[in-house]
């Protein structure tokens, strides 16, 4: 694991009520790839695997991120999309 995450989030995302996949948004807590500084922002690529119980999810860029703390599910449409990747959350999009 690279990336350590807390206040994360997973969140679906759909064009006009289907499903085109997952990403995580959380803030870094560490990262030992250096990609990331502590309290960055974080919005990954598609997620293809999640292991509830290792706390790990994996993305389709092949990097892997362990989440600390408990989760939120949301769901947000494609259109808006680009709001999360430019640091909004799902919650700020839906209202």
């Given at each position: ?85 430019n640091?909004?959350?799902?919650q700020?999009?839906?209202?």
């Open positions: 694991m690279d990336t350590i995450v807390c206040d994360w989030q997973i969140v679906t995302v759909e064009d006009g009520g289907h499903r085109i996949g997952q990403v995580l948004l959380g803030t870094c807590v560490e990262d030992k790839s250096f990609r990331f500084g502590k309290g960055d922002y974080i919005c990954t690529s598609k997620l293809v695997e999640i292991k509830p119980k290792k706390n790990l999810i994996k993305t389709a860029s092949g990097s892997i991120y362990k989440v600390v703390g408990d989760g939120k599910k949301a769901t947000v449409e494609f259109c808006d999309f680009e709001l999360l990747r640091g909004f959350n799902p700020h999009v839906v209202a």
